[in-house]
């Protein structure tokens, strides 16, 4: 079992939520996040005076997949959410030891 994390842009959640449906991924937990890389933020004006907002909205995508169907989400995440420009996004991939359902107490990857 797998937990993959993949950083956005805000603008193309829809559009990986649906690719993702479309290849049967319909659990995901979705959280609102800030950061920056090597966008470093950008220069805003408000009310005559210029302030730097360091930190850029993304919406991080977390999924619990079987091993066997990480490549195929990874190229799904990637072809849909994709602008070509800076700042697209990351996505990371970690080994899960286990998972235990809070209702049923089922173990393993009867869970995912």
Do not use: C, H, W
């Not at 850029?56 to 799904?76: G, H, S, Y």
């Not at 602008?83 to 049923?104: L, W, Y």
């Amino acid at each position: 079992m797998k937990k993959l994390e993949a950083i956005i842009k805000p603008f193309k959640l829809e559009a990986v939520k649906e690719a993702l449906a479309e290849i049967g991924i319909q659990k995901m937990t979705i959280t609102q996040v800030k950061g920056y890389g090597r966008q470093k933020g950008q220069t805003e004006i408000y009310r005559g005076s210029e302030y730097v907002i360091d930190f850029i909205p993304k919406i991080k995508i977390e999924l619990f997949l079987m091993d066997r169907d990480v490549d195929e989400v990874i190229a799904t995440i990637v072809e849909s959410a994709q602008s070509s420009k800076i700042g697209d996004g990351k996505i990371f991939v970690q080994p899960v030891e286990d998972a235990v359902g809070i209702r049923t107490g089922q173990r393993g990857d009867g869970i995912i």
